[in-house]
Nanobody, 124 residues
Framework: QVQLVESGGGLVQAGGSLRLSCAAS????????MGWFRQAPGKEREFVAA????????YYADSVKGRFTIARDSAKNTVYLQMNSLKPEDTAVYYC?????????????????WGQGTQVTVSS
């Protein structure tokens, strides 16, 4: 079992930055890939970024590449999503997820555990 709790969301102006955190509990955290997904009102949940078990491999959606950075601190059982140059279209509820495998991937069906989500709102 892995429990995930996100934090760090909020309201920010376009061009600003936010850092999301995802605190994990559970013994299998360090062996799992971790991912961030988001869901905007009226839209399907979409992949944002993922990181493999070691932190050495990352994978980003084209829409956030070059602006967002995913990282993990295994000593703290925490995954981060640094979001820079935010745009109004980044507005969504952001979810942290723990993967079924150790390698980073974009398919939500390959993630077993999900957090409750944190709201990110970017004003224009």
């Amino acid at each position: 079992q892995v429990q995930l709790v996100e934090s760090g969301g909020g309201l920010v102006q376009a061009g600003g930055s936010l850092r999301l955190s995802c605190a994990a509990s559970g013994r299998s955290f360090s062996s799992r890939a971790m991912g961030w997904f988001r869901q905007a009102p009226g839209k399907e949940r979409e992949f944002v970024a993922a990181i493999n078990w070691s932190g050495l491999n990352t994978y980003y959606a084209d829409s956030v590449k070059g602006r967002f950075t995913i990282a993990r601190d295994s000593a703290k059982n925490t995954v981060y999503l640094q979001m820079n140059s935010l745009k109004p279209e980044d507005t969504a509820v952001y979810y942290c997820a723990a993967g079924r495998e150790s390698y980073a991937q974009h398919l939500s069906g390959r993630y077993d555990y999900w957090g409750q989500g944190t709201q990110v709102t970017v004003s224009s």
